[in-house]
């Protein structure tokens, strides 16, 4: 069984910065996607990040209102993804989620447990 295990939510201020990451107990290059979801309290789970693919050549794809303020990445040797996060405003409150999904015969998902992004001031 796959683990993902997030870390680096927190309470910070409009307009900051901050950086998640999500550790996998399984090597990221058995992955066919991983990603970030979020959601907040009342609202459905959203698509805040995502990378299909190896290394250098993956595709990303980030969700409407987070483009060009959070940026999505990866270290093999850490095997770790990470999902940097400026410009933070209280719109982005919310648990972060951390995803990926295997492909050996049918798709096999998994999600890390969470963690609280709270922007306030």
């Known amino acids: 069984q796959v683990q993902l295990v997030e870390s680096g939510g927190g309470l910070v201020q409009p307009g900051g910065s901050l950086r998640l990451s999500c550790t996998a107990s399984a090597s990221m290059f058995s992955f066919n996607t991983m990603g970030w979801y979020r959601q907040a309290p009342g609202k459905e789970r959203e698509l805040v990040a995502a990378i299909t693919g190896d290394g250098s050549t993956g595709k990303t794809n980030y969700g409407d209102t987070v483009k060009g303020r959070f940026t999505i990445s990866r270290d093999y040797a850490k095997n770790t993804m990470y999902l940097q996060m400026n410009t933070l405003n209280p719109e982005d409150t919310a648990v972060y989620y951390c995803?990926?999904?295997?492909?050996?015969?049918?798709?096999?998902?998994?999600w890390g447990q969470g963690t609280q992004v709270t922007v306030s001031s």
């Open positions: 995803y990926a999904d295997q492909l050996y015969g049918r798709l096999h998902i998994y």
